[in-house]
């Protein structure tokens, strides 16, 4: 299997751009800056959800835009010289939400039995983010799980 290849710069500027104004565009809809593309009667959902929508998008265009600038690692690392205020920026961005999910995951494991907590554990499943999958008869019959009736 080979490694993934990273976006050259100048491409990572044209995301950077499109999703940022995505995201800006949903927003202004979602605030009612712009009109509602079809008229009222096109929409199937709250606005607020539109605004949160085009703030996601504005978000990752700028975390995108940060990172290129930033000529982060593949890990995600701002170089040595990266400005604090970009790095400030990566912060409230993206690290909040890594440090937000682990924080989650603890939450989550604690309310498992500990028979499934163990097995996760030690299996390095909650470490990644990649996906794993337990099927519900081994819930049932390994981990102490009632079966729905």
Known sequence: MTEPRLAKPRHNYIYAALAAAVGAYF???GLGLFPIPGGPSNLHGPLWLLACAGLAFFFAGVAIACQTLGHANAAGDLHAA???WMRALQYLIGDRQRNISAKWTNHMLAAYKPAL???LVSNHYMDTLAFHTISGRELIDKFGYKACP
């Open 27 to 29: 927003l202004a809809v």
């Open 82 to 84: 990266a400005p604090r």
């Open 117 to 119: 907590r163990q097995y």
